[in-house]
């Protein structure tokens, strides 16, 4: 029976709305869609609550699972087509849901949000700890507080800014040019108040595993009940002379992009050493700022090995229409210069000319709290399928190893990472926790996105289809005639379809 008490806006003829499909409507001033299924239509937010994406874009299709859900043109959050309920994120929060009546044959939608039912509280008397305090620890500490959990909440992290979003450092933050510029937050500071979620600015030195107690560098030990490690990485340095030197810089937290922007004067150059997705993605937002630009790479092409020789070498002839110079096949030996970095000294014996050097090498896990705890051949530690290390314990993020088809894998990916940390995070609560997705991450670089969906497999061939000129096409990377991963630029809705059913087995 429709509420008298809301007003109800009549959006279109029910005979008019396709199945299974996402139909764009407007209530208001407000976007909102809707989307059949039989004799069922759904009304919910027209934009991804991650960031704004327009949902219409977006694609709906079923799972491998069996439900129907909508999936977000942009960073592919996921969510229930039943009742817009997060499914995967990168969003936190679900697609809001609107009231929706059929009165004569016409479609009506109400203007006020429906609310979900709150879980009944559970485990107040309990803690959990979290060794870090970034995307993963933020995912874990909403599923929590989304399940019922009622107990306390402590997420522990050495940077000073409040959690945010690391993958904006090398893309908006770096290309904005303001050093004061924050990287977008993932959490606005009353969420925490409102959530009782604590956050400790601190080092984590050691880990008492079987105690479950955790040492601090400037604050009293924490006893948790359940303890999730969260710790990322850090980017990686290179054992060179000159690397001490002021101008040099590795991107891997906002006060490191602080300090490079401080340093770039008016006529600026730099050298980037590393071809990986930082390395470029930094080169690409340094160049929008107007700053001279020399990729130094071990590699022929950027990404060669992840993507192959043909999509690296447009993605090089990118670069290098941009301005961007490309120096292949090379290693640095030293960087020089008196106090500050001037010039940087190559394998074959010329020098670079430089004000700033961003090392971009790769980056390794934190875990040195955990002493001589049992690392994988991979450098993290082993997860079981719940992202548990030992009872109690869980990892997630940069530093778990996590198997799939008999293999084991650190995914150093923003998603993946949350993932992680929601099935993490239902464990702990005794609820079935789920299964991690097929990594997936993206890229922009300059006005050009690329999105890849697969584990890092070895692959015989790349089959392209579309133009890789336009940024265009569909990438399917083959071995032994099956697809283990996919790349795809400019096709959002395909990429968004495989998201939730592509599977590699």
């Known amino acids: 029976m429709r509420d008298e ?6 959006v279109m003829a029910c005979d008019d709305l396709k199945e299974e499909v996402i139909t764009p409507v407007t209530v208001g001033d407000r976007a909102l869609v809707l989307y059949r299924q039989g004799a069922s239509i759904r009304a919910f937010d027209g934009k991804c609550p991650h960031k ?19 999936v977000c043109p942009w960073h592919k959050a996921t969510f229930s087509a039943e009742s817009g309920r997060l499914i995967e994120p990168p969003a936190l929060d679900p697609l809001a849901r609107y009231p929706v009546e059929i009165l004569d044959g016409r479609i009506l939608v109400g203007n006020a949000k429906m609310k979900a039912d709150a879980p009944l509280p559970m485990r107040e008397y309990e803690t959990v700890a979290v060794v870090g305090a970034g995307a993963a620890a933020i995912a874990a500490a909403v599923t929590l507080r989304e399940e019922g959990y009622a107990g306390r909440i402590v997420l522990i992290g050495p940077e000073e800014e409040a959690p ?18 924050a990287p977008p937050a ?8 409102r959530n009782r979620v604590e ?23 924490i006893q948790a009940d359940h303890v999730l490690l969260a710790s990322g990485s850090r980017a990686k340095t290179l054992a060179i002379p000159g690397a001490d030197l002021e101008g040099v810089h590795v991107l891997r937290s906002a006060a490191d992009v602080h300090g490079i922007i401080a340093g770039l004067s008016e006529n600026a150059t730099a050298v980037v050493v590393g071809s990986g997705f930082i390395g470029m993605e930094a080169a690409a937002a340094l160049r929008k700022r107007g700053v001279g630009v020399t990729v130094v790479s071990q590699s022929e092409m950027p990404f060669e090995k992840q993507l192959g020789r043909e999509i690296g070498s447009e993605m090089r002839s990118l670069h290098e229409s941009k301005g961007v110079a490309f120096i292949p096949d090379a290693s640095v030996e030293a960087f020089r210069g008196e106090g500050q970095v001037s010039t940087v000294l190559l394998d074959d014996g010329s020098e670079i000319g430089a004000s700033l050097v961003l090392v971009g090498v790769g980056a390794e896990p934190v875990l040195d709290y955990l002493g001589s705890y049992p690392r994988s051949e991979n450098g993290g530690i082993d997860v079981d399928a719940s992202m548990c290390v030992a009872p109690d314990i869980y990892a997630a993020g940069d530093i778990a190893s996590v198997e799939h088809d008999g293999q084991r894998y650190r995914i150093e990916h923003w998603r993946q990472a949350q993932c992680q940390a929601r ?16 990594p997936w991450f993206w890229t922009q670089q300059y006005d050009r996105k690329l999105e890849y969906l697969g584990w890092p497999q070895p692959y015989e061939s790349v089959v392209i289809e579309g133009a890789l000129d336009r940024f265009d096409f569909t990438a399917r990377f083959v071995r032994e005639g099956k697809t283990l991963a996919l790349a795809t630029a400019g096709r959002p809705q395909e990429m968004g379809k495989a998201a939730v059913t592509f599977d590699d087995a």
């Open 52 to 70: 704004g994406a327009p949902m219409e874009q977006g694609v709906a299709c079923k799972s491998r699972h069996g439900d129907v859900q909508l």
């Open 423 to 438: 099935i993490a995070a239902r464990t702990m609560l005794g609820l079935p926790g789920g299964t991690q997705p097929t």
């Open 164 to 181: 945010y979003d690391r993958t904006a450092l090398s893309k908006m933050t770096l290309a904005s040019g303001d050093k004061d510029q």
């Open 186 to 193: 993932l959490r606005e500071a009353s969420w925490y108040e």
């Open 199 to 221: 956050l400790l600015r601190d080092r984590v030195v050691r880990l008492d595993m079987d105690e479950r107690v955790l040492t601090l560098a400037a604050h009293e030990p």
């Open 5 to 10: 008490n809301l007003d109800w806006a009549d």
